[in-house]
């Protein structure tokens, strides 16, 4: 769960407040509601990353399709996939 903390705590406490990114987003509100989220900057590059290849729509197909697959305990074996791909 990530941890939440109102607009005022964050600005006092902005110094130290990237240590505690490394491991949770934290929440930042104001008058209790949530107005931005603060993440380390590998997380957000990792979220950009995500982001971009899911905007590929025959990436995402596929990905979709290897989740399913691996649901339904349809796998191929490391050394199987090495032969088949000529490796």
Known sequence: MSKSININEAK??????????DNEP???????????????????????????????????????AGIKEDKEGQRVSWSDAMKELEW
């Open 12 to 21: 006092d406490q902005l110094l130290q407040l990237s240590e505690q990114l």
């Open 26 to 64: 934290v929440i930042i509100t104001n008058e209790g509601l949530p107005v931005m989220v603060a993440i380390s900057y590998e997380r957000y590059l990792s979220m950009l990353e995500t982001m971009d290849i899911l905007s590929d729509p025959q990436f995402k197909e596929q990905l979709i």
